[in-house]
């Protein structure tokens, strides 16, 4: 299966460490989106040890050893959490899932680092905001879009340093290429990944804030279609009509 997509594209760098060897231990929690490979990939060149990882898909935690050798394999999500060691995990669950593992994550006194988008409801927003609060943790977001491609770094640092004089407009073009065949189900119902203006807009939102230099905007209008994938639309629709 040609597996060339967003999904799976995991950036690699030069390793550039920023604490001691052993110092920041990680570990990684729901492997359901290729995307944990890359946040693990920044974290590690940066120094950090990754300890533990858990998935109850055993192919995926294979997989996961296979490229990050040396991480032990947790019999279960607490074993991680409960381990005193550990001060940062990431996770790519399934997106309307991720807030729930971000709560456990910071209960149990950890930091949390999630793919994007990091949640998919506003009451999950307003839960993920209250433990922050009461917790004092992170909750932290993989915009890779914007973190991990070289182009996008260099442009927020041409825009720090005047180069390019006022922000004026920020303008996104995307998506990037879906390859439909190489995403899971998930990523196609709307109760659990999103719908691509959670997914993708979330990317184009997060951008247009930092180059704007700006902490606050108001969405004024947004749509959506679906133009190339029609398969989708009718399964859904069908589904939803119990047909």
Same mark, same amino acid.
């Given at each position: 299966?040609? =597996?060339?997509? *967003?999904?799976? #594209?995991?950036?690699?760098?030069? &390793? @550039? ?5 052993? !110092? ?81 994550? =910071?209960?149990? *006194?950890?930091? #949390?680092?999630?793919?994007?988008? &990091? @949640? ?5 927003? !307003? ?117």
């Amino acid at each position: 299966m040609n =597996m060339i997509d *967003g999904m799976n #594209y995991a950036p690699k760098g030069k &390793p @550039l460490p920023v604490v001691k060897e052993g !110092e920041f231990c990680i570990a990684a929690i729901a492997l359901d989106h290729g995307h944990i490979y890359g946040m693990c990939n920044g974290l590690t060149e940066a120094g950090a040890k990754l300890k533990w990882v858990y998935d109850p898909d055993q192919e995926k935690v294979k997989k996961f050893v296979n490229t990050f050798p040396g991480t032990k394999i947790a019999s279960s999500e607490e074993k991680i959490l409960n381990d005193p060691e550990v001060k940062l995990i990431c996770g790519a669950a399934v997106t309307s899932k991720r807030c729930d593992l971000g709560l456990r994550v =910071m209960a149990a *006194g950890k930091d #949390y680092f999630t793919d994007k988008a &990091p @949640l998919t409801t506003l009451v999950q927003l !307003e839960s993920a905001k209250e433990m922050v609060k009461k917790t004092g943790k992170k909750y932290m977001v993989y915009y890779s879009e914007r973190l991990h491609v070289e182009s996008a770094v260099f442009a927020g640092q041409l825009i720090e340093e005047g180069a390019i004089g006022r922000v004026i407009q920020v303008l996104g073009m995307g998506p990037h290429r879906l390859n439909a065949p190489s995403r899971p189900d998930w990523f196609f119902k709307k109760d659990q990944y999103g719908g691509i203006l959670c997914d993708i807009g979330s990317h184009q939102i997060e951008q247009f804030l930092f180059y704007t230099g700006v902490k606050d905007a108001t969405v004024v209008k947004s749509q959506i279609a679906n133009y190339n994938h029609l398969l989708h639309s009718v399964i859904s629709t069908l589904k939803k009509q119990k047909l």
